[in-house]
C-alpha cells in the first residue's frame, strides 16, 4: 500500500540536493545576497500565475475563478526541495524554472527571500504566508530536511495521529481557519486513512483602500450582467477620484488600478464586452510590465461593486495536466524528505476567500473613515464602470508578487 502525503491549501514539500548550508544563505530580508533568480522571479511567477489560470477555466468555464498564485508556487517550489530526479524536474519546469540554467540553490533562495519580504511587518498591512507540516507519528523525516524547510519557507512541523482520522482532519482544519482569520474553514474533508503527511500553506491579506468609498454613496441594486441573459443586483460602490487607468486598445480593455494605503495595489480589468477570452490568452508578465509603463493618472468616475468571492479547487488534476506526474504515481522519488522510497502525493487543494468592501480588502472591522462632503462636480470625467464580467489582481509591491488573480463573472455567487 502506498504512503500519501496530502497536499493542503497550496501544499507541498521535501528536498533532495539541498542548499549548501554553509555559503550563500539569505537569512534576512534585506540581505545584500539576494540573487538573479529573486530578481526576475516576479516574472517568471506571473507566468506561472496565468498559466494556472487558464487552466482553470477550462475546469470551470463560466464561473467565478480565484486562487492565490504566489502560495501555490511557493508551495510547489518545496515539493521540489524534497524532491529528485525526474520528479524534481517535473515540478521546477511546471513552474517556469529551467533546472540546467538556474541552480536549485539559488530557486531556493529566491523562494525564501520572497516569502521574508511578504511577512515582513509593514504598516496599514496585514499580509502573512506560511506552512505548516503535519508529520505521522511514526515518520522519521531527515533532521536537516526539517532544519531546511523551516529556515527556508518559515514552516512550522506538528507531529500528528493520522491513524484517528476525524481528530488529525480536525487538527488540520482548525489550524487553517486559525491561520487565515477564519476564512478557510473545513478545507479537509476527505483525508485518506493511509496519509502519512499533510503540508499546509496559507496566506492572509487585509489592506484598507488609499482612498476609501464613501458607504452612503454605494447603490444597493445596481445591475451587473453574467451574461447575455442573465443580470443579478448587486450593492455598487461610487468614487470620483484620481486613479492610474489606461485603455490597451490592443487587448480591447480598460484597467484600473486602485492602491490600497500601503504595499500593495489591485488592478481591475474590465474587457470590451465579448473580449475576454481574448484577453484571458494574451496575460502574461509582459502584459504587466506594459501595463505598468502606460498607466496615467487622472479623474475617474468610477464605479465598483462590493462583493466576497471564494473559490475551492483539486489541484492535483491541475498539476498532473500541468506536466507533474510523477510526484503522484508509484515510481515518485522524494528521497530527500526520507531517505527511503514509498512515499507519492494523493491530493492538492486549494481554496481562497476575499471580500472587497467600501474600506479596503478586510476580514474584520477596521476603524471608522469619516468622509467630508464634497461639493458637486461639474466636469465631465471618464466613468469605468465594473457591471460586467472582470477581472482581478491583487499585488503586493515591493516584490510585484501576485496575491491573489481571478475573474469575476457573478459578483452574488457564493
Not at 537569512?27 to 494556472?52: E, G, H, V
Not at 502573512?128 to 533532521?143: D, E, R, S, V
Request: proline share 4%.
Amino acid at each position: 500500500m502506498p504512503l500519501f502525503l496530502y497536499l493542503v491549501l497550496l501544499v507541498l514539500e521535501l528536498h533532495c540536493a539541498p542548499p549548501n548550508r554553509a555559503e550563500g544563505k539569505v537569512t534576512t530580508c534585506n540581505s545584500s545576497q539576494q540573487n538573479a533568480t529573486f530578481y526576475k522571479m516576479s516574472s517568471i511567477n506571473a507566468d506561472f500565475a496565468f498559466n494556472l489560470y487558464r487552466r482553470f477555466t477550462v475546469e470551470t468555464p463560466d464561473r467565478n475563478i480565484f486562487f492565490s498564485p504566489v502560495s501555490i508556487s511557493a508551495a510547489l517550489a518545496m515539493l521540489s526541495f524534497g524532491a529528485c530526479y525526474s520528479t524534481q524536474t517535473q515540478i521546477l519546469e511546471s513552474l517556469g524554472f529551467n533546472h540546467t540554467d538556474t541552480p536549485m540553490t539559488e530557486i531556493q533562495q529566491g523562494f525564501q527571500h520572497l516569502i521574508c519580504s511578504l511577512n515582513f511587518p509593514k504598516k496599514e498591512l496585514e499580509l502573512q504566508m506560511g506552512n505548516t507540516l503535519f508529520i505521522g507519528k511514526q515518520l522519521k523525516p531527515l533532521a536537516q530536511f526539517l532544519d531546511d524547510v523551516k529556515s527556508l519557507y518559515a514552516t512550522e512541523v506538528f507531529s500528528t495521529d493520522f491513524s484517528n482520522v476525524s481528530a488529525a482532519q480536525q487538527k488540520i482544519n482548525s489550524h487553517v481557519e486559525k491561520k487565515t482569520k477564519g476564512k478557510v474553514v473545513g478545507l479537509i474533508q476527505d483525508l485518506k486513512p493511509n496519509t502519512i503527511m499533510v503540508l499546509v500553506n496559507y496566506i492572509h491579506f487585509k489592506a484598507q483602500w488609499a482612498n476609501p468609498f464613501d458607504p452612503s454613496k454605494t447603490e444597493e441594486g445596481s445591475s451587473f450582467s453574467v451574461d447575455k441573459t442573465t443580470t443579478v443586483q448587486v450593492p455598487m460602490m461610487h468614487q470620483m477620484e484620481q486613479y492610474y487607468h489606461l485603455v490597451d486598445t490592443d487587448l480591447n480593455c480598460t484597467v484600473l488600478q486602485m492602491d490600497y494605503s500601503k504595499n500593495a495595489l489591485a488592478l481591475f480589468v474590465l474587457p470590451k464586452e465579448g473580449q475576454m477570452e481574448w484577453v484571458e490568452g494574451a496575460m502574461s508578465s509582459k502584459t504587466l510590465k506594459k501595463w505598468n509603463r502606460l498607466l496615467q493618472k487622472g479623474w475617474i468616475d468610477l464605479f465598483v461593486p462590493k462583493f466576497s468571492i471564494s473559490a475551492t479547487y483539486d489541484l492535483g488534476a491541475i498539476f498532473l495536466k500541468m506536466g507533474i506526474q510523477n510526484a503522484f504515481a508509484d515510481n515518485a522519488n522524494f528521497l530527500g524528505l526520507m531517505g527511503d522510497n514509498g512515499l507519492k502525493f494523493s491530493n492538492a487543494a486549494h481554496k481562497a476567500v476575499l471580500h472587497i468592501g467600501e474600506r479596503g480588502t478586510e476580514a474584520v472591522v477596521v476603524p471608522e473613515v469619516r468622509f467630508l462632503d464634497q461639493p458637486e462636480i461639474t466636469l465631465l470625467h471618464p466613468v469605468i464602470q465594473f457591471d460586467r464580467s472582470f477581472l482581478l489582481l491583487i499585488l503586493e509591491k515591493s516584490t510585484k508578487s501576485i496575491l491573489f488573480l481571478g475573474k469575476v463573472v457573478d459578483p452574488t455567487e457564493v
